[in-house]
């Protein structure tokens, strides 16, 4: 069973940043699109970024120009770094597979407030 964990959240203001990381224990790692998801309280989960694996990437048009997402093959570790943060980005961030594997990280909080 792949398992995700996700960090690097926290409490930010409006307008600051914050680097997330997803260390994966996917043997085939290197070869699978990733994406970041984020859950806002009473919304459903929503796809934010994907990287594949030959370095293309989307994102949703709410964090393009603000976001972006990384990968080191040889850490199992994706990244997103979001910019110029929004009280609208507070949510708890997930990654995984694109699409989705069944099984879910706990997630990393981000709350953007002042």
């Known amino acids: 069973q792949v398992h995700m964990v996700e960090s690097g959240g926290g409490l930010v203001q409006p307008g600051g940043s914050l680097r997330l990381s997803c260390i994966v224990s996917?043997?085939?790692?290197?070869?699978?699109?990733m994406g970041w998801y984020r859950q806002a309280p009473g919304k459903q989960r929503e796809l934010v970024a994907t990287?594949?694996?030959?370095?293309?990437?989307y994102y949703t048009d709410s964090v393009k120009g603000r976001a972006t997402m990384s990968r080191d093959n040889m850490k199992k570790t994706v990244y997103l770094q979001m910019n110029s943060l929004k009280r609208e980005d507070t949510a708890v961030y997930y990654c995984?597979?694109?699409?989705?594997?069944?099984?879910w990280g706990q997630g990393t909080q981000v709350t953007v407030s002042s």
């Open positions: 996917e043997r085939y790692f290197s070869y699978i699109k």
């Open positions: 995984n597979k694109v699409p989705e594997w069944v099984s």
């Open positions: 990287l594949s694996s030959d370095s293309s990437t």
